[in-house]
């Protein structure tokens, strides 16, 4: 296998002990930090040249919001690192319990391509900051930001502990015949069909269609919805971009002109000529995209361009939950709007569906925004905007069933990447204290250990 030897030699390294100490993680993490600094313009021309990212775009999530979970790490690493001491029974009192925070070992980071920094350099924060050896993969689709992270990162990392691996399925394939102690994946869910068998500990961020639900009863003039979908991030090739959009009729006719005038407001009367609308990463991704007009109909935009890999700004209409758009994440600058009678028609739609990655409500009524929180299950949520839920460090991002496994940002990618070990140290010498545990049992025996060891409720009270 050509990564058995990598993989071996950061195992050694592993296992000696290397990335354990604090001022080792620190010293990685801030090296991450002058790598987005050094090549804060390589990053913005690779996003660019990959999928015609804005650099307005390309710097908010690619480094902006990874300097946001860098700090966050760095200024919080030395509590999240202390062992978390628990609650102990009776008989424990003069021993010691806690829970202290392993690294899993050389672990694995597969990124994909629609955010080509950001999905690999979270993880991989995280990852460090729990003391472990990483390879990255990042995706050879955006092939401009996979060299420059090939060519780059190991100027920064301790090559001994971190390395990138580069290439596409067949590479992506040999490097899974290796053992790792955790993977995190993010991607489709084919995608993990060539884990191996051995493979018990992962994060999986597949995704899954995303859904939108506006109120047909509006009261402030103009509602959030039309903001939220005036500039669909990345030509909308995001996880957590609006995969479909149910409304009432009514809400759709008023939608309609609002959204056509947003479109013109944002990128023009031409959005193929602005500077801030991307496009499709990839020849394949474009064709199958542009399939997808097939369904219901196009009430705006529409236009492509196979030469530049354009989609235009497209709200579908009349579209029918069996047509092709319906059936998939669409990654796309597409929106189909499936027409519901109300509220409850809504959610029975969500629910019998899988749980997204997120769920967007939109209301002036609080009320309304809360029913849907209430009545259906995804992997996160955000009430009268769409996507900002995920720039929370505070927050965690993961999804649930087949929108994904697991969850990350912040402490919570720490957490991820950390065994939490259940740990028991108890004082010697007090071996009269166990005297009850042993045989010969007697009655009087399991009365003195069900003393000790019961739990109550609180509000009761046990007479001795």
Known sequence: ???????????????SGKTRPLEYRTAQLEALGRFLDDKKEEILEATAADMGKPSFEAYFSEILL???????????????????HVDKNLVMQLDSAFIRKDPYGVVLIISPWNYPIHLFLVPLIGAIAAGNCVIVKPSEISKNTERLVAETLSCYLDNDCFAVVTG????????????????????????????????????????????EVCDGWWVCPIPPVFRAHRQPPRAGQTCIAPD?????LEMQEKLMP??????????????QESPDFGRIVGDKQFQRVRKLLCSGRVAIGGQTDEAERYIAPTILADVQPSDPVMQEEIFGPIVPIVVVANMDEAIDFINARPRPLAIYAFSCDSKVVNQVLERTSSGGFCGNDTLMHV???????????????????????????SHHRGCLHR??????????????????????????????????????
């Open 1 to 15: 296998n050509p990564y058995a030897g990598l993989v071996s030699h950061l195992r050694a390294s592993w296992l």
């Open 66 to 84: 990874c300097k946001n979970e860098l700090n966050v790490t760095l200024n919080n690493l030395c509590h999240w690192m202390k062992d978390e």
């Open 168 to 211: 596409g399925v067949q590479e992506s394939t040999r490097l899974l015949e290796n053992k790792f102690d955790y993977i995190f994946f993010t991607g489709t869910s084919h995608g993990t069909e060539q884990s191996p068998a051995w493979l018990c500990v992962c994060a999986l961020a597949p995704g899954c269609p995303m859904a």
């Open 244 to 248: 479909y959009l149910l409304c009432s």
């Open 258 to 271: 609002a959204l056509r005038e947003a479109i013109v407001e944002f990128f023009g009367p031409n959005p």
């Open 391 to 417: 720039a929370l460090t505070s927050l965690p991002f993961g999804g649930i069933g087949n929108s994904g496994l697991g969850r990350y940002h912040g402490k919570f990618t720490f957490d991820t990447f």
């Open 427 to 464: 004082s010697m010498g007090l071996e009269a204290i166990n005297a009850p545990r042993y045989p010969p049992y007697t009655q009087q025996k399991l009365g003195l250990l069900t003393a000790a060891f019961e739990v109550k409720r609180r509000g009761t009270c046990t007479l001795l």
